[in-house]
């Protein structure tokens, strides 16, 4: 965000911070009656497809305002993705196995965790204002492809 607006630390700061409210509303209002209409698969990799379209927007857009409107949906998709995630999880494992696919996931999402700010670092040296955004974009979409599957 210092790179594509000029922001300082504490600007940034707000930013992150306001997205987490996005995400806390999303999930204490919205995904409860998401989850009652559409089966979850079909939400998991909606959500999924959500984040990804709302990080690579926000790569490619250079209007501060619509920038951050377009990154608050995508934090909506990872809110959703989320609560979902777990629940399609344990639909499919039996109760013998799923905490080990349990900790797989955990050890994988880390994995992300780890090693996705360090491409996007190095990518952010070639361009800071688009190319971290479509590589995390790109994430998302394998993920929902993987999901789909």
């Known amino acids: 965000l210092g790179a594509k607006f000029g922001f300082e630390a504490l600007e940034v700061g707000y930013v992150f911070g306001a997205m987490a409210i996005v995400m806390l509303g999303t999930g204490i209002f919205l995904v409860g009656p998401l989850q009652k209409r559409i089966p979850l698969f079909p939400l998991a990799v909606g959500a999924t497809v ?3 379209v709302g ?10 305002w619509l920038s951050l409107g377009i990154f608050a949906v995508s934090r909506v998709g990872v809110s959703v993705k ?18 080990t ?21 190095h990518l952010a040296e070639e361009d800071p204002k688009v190319l971290p955004w479509l590589f995390a974009g790109g994430c998302s979409i394998l993920s929902a492809i993987v999901l789909a599957l």
Do not use: E, H, W
């Open 101 to 121: 696919v349990f900790a797989n996931m955990q050890f994988y999402l880390n994995l992300g965790r780890l090693f996705g700010p360090l491409i996007a670092g």
């Open 82 to 99: 989320g609560a979902t995630a777990s629940q399609v999880t344990k639909l499919f494992t039996d109760p013998t196995n799923r905490g």
């Open 50 to 52: 959500l984040n990804a």
């Open 55 to 64: 990080v690579i927007g926000f790569g490619l857009c250079d209007n501060m």
